[in-house]
């Protein structure tokens, strides 16, 4: 596989907008990536070539600066000091974003999920009832991917073990080996 990795930028309805293009033998389309902080990688297939690129991403323009700006803003709200106003602003991205790690997740794990929810928490990531709901912090929006994967397989794993035992964490290494590592990282959040 071939990767090249090139920056770029580009003007956006008066807004210049950086990018990293990435050109992979192994893609098979055009994608777009915007990452928490607003960074936006491009990649293409080698076939498609650059000017295409450029029409691509100003048919799209309106929605990249919408998503730049909320990924933007994000990541410079201290997480501790959103409230209520945060809650109402994010609990719909929350709930989508771990809605479908759930699903992801139990394609692996398959257990009997109910009903999944977003709170506004102030000492807890998530928790888990005994009949199959799930609860999530609204606040795993501010964090990075991978701990979010930790967060929903922990949840998820309650409902196969609904304690810490050894039982348990043996489900979650099935899918995070490195929890022990996420779980130290995670309390420099809370
Ligand atoms: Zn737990």
């Known amino acids: 596989m071939k990767r090249i990795k090139e920056k770029r930028t580009i003007d956006l309805g008066g807004r210049k907008v950086a990018y990293l293009l ?41 929605w990249i600066i919408e998503k730049i700006d909320f990924l ?6 201290p997480i501790l000091k959103s409230g209520r106003k945060e809650y109402l602003q994010y609990k719909k991205t929350a709930l989508n974003l771990v809605g479908d790690k ?17 709170r506004n928490q102030k000492t807890r990531w998530g928790s888990c009832s005994r009949s ?20 929903v397989v922990h949840e998820l794993c309650h409902l196969g073990e609904l304690n810490h035992s050894r039982k348990f964490w043996d489900l979650v290494s099935q899918t995070i080996p490195k929890h022990r590592e996420l779980r130290r990282e995670l309390r420099k959040y809370f």
Not at 72 to 77: G, L
Not at 102 to 118: C, L, T
Not at 132 to 151: A, E, H, S
């Open 22 to 62: 990435i050109t992979s033998s192994a893609a098979g389309r055009v994608r777009i990536a915007i990452k928490r902080g607003g960074e936006m990688t491009v990649t293409k297939p080698k076939f498609v070539p650059e000017n295409a690129i450029s029409v691509f991403l100003r048919d799209k323009s309106g």
């Open 72 to 77: 933007k803003n994000i990541k410079a709200t």
């Open 132 to 151: 199959g709901n799930l609860n999530f912090n609204f606040r795993v929006v501010y964090l990075p991917d991978y701990l979010v994967d930790y967060i």
């Open 102 to 118: 759930v699903k992801s997740f139990n394609k692996f794990y398959n257990f009997g999920v109910k009903k999944i929810s977003v």
